[in-house]
């Protein structure tokens, strides 16, 4: 462990992975999954998802074997790009056919319990807003936004929203 000077904080990030060897893989691992689709692109991120990370070697499921074939293919360059943002970490990847689980994202009761108060109408309304948005954390962020502000302005007066803009 991590030992300081009498009063001088250490960041957690320091002291954890002494602690628990094997937690900088893991937490490298989950935000690889979390980016997957902005780094390989929205088609590969479609059949493919990554699912673990050992010694180095990224494993990945693919959902049919004509994408196995592509990204087997291309893992040279899938190999650079995630590479590129996690620097010399992951040293291969590897792909294997698999059923891919719908991708899961961070619980929010808050806004689960907020959306079940609005009507299917409005629902679908936020969903067709937020379809434009590409990575898949910055759309559940956008979704819990319009969520709470559809929400607030229903409350100050019945204010809706129109072509993705507020209206009195």
């Not at 390989?40 to 049919?64: N, Y």
């Not at 990204?71 to 291969?92: C, D, K, M, N, P």
């Amino acid at each position: 462990m991590t030992s300081s000077p009498r009063g001088t904080p250490v960041k957690v990030s320091e002291v954890l992975p002494a602690a628990l060897p094997g937690l900088v893989e893991h937490l490298r691992a989950a935000a690889i999954r979390r980016q997957w689709t902005a780094l390989v692109g929205e088609a590969v991120g479609r059949h493919s998802r990554p699912d673990s990370l050992r010694q180095g070697v990224l494993g990945v499921i693919v959902d049919s074997s004509p994408w196995l074939q592509e990204l087997t293919l291309r893992s040279e360059e899938i190999l650079r790009l995630v590479q590129a943002r996690h620097g010399a970490a992951v040293t291969a990847v590897r792909f294997a056919l698999g059923r891919i689980a719908a991708p899961s994202g961070p619980v929010d009761r808050g806004t689960r319990a907020a959306q079940a108060r609005l009507g299917a109408e409005d629902r679908r309304e936020i969903d067709r807003l937020a379809a434009s948005v590409t990575d898949p954390e910055l759309t559940g962020a956008l979704r819990r936004i319009m969520t709470k502000d559809w929400l607030a302005r229903a409350g100050r007066g019945g204010t809706t929203w129109t072509d993705g803009r507020p209206e009195a």
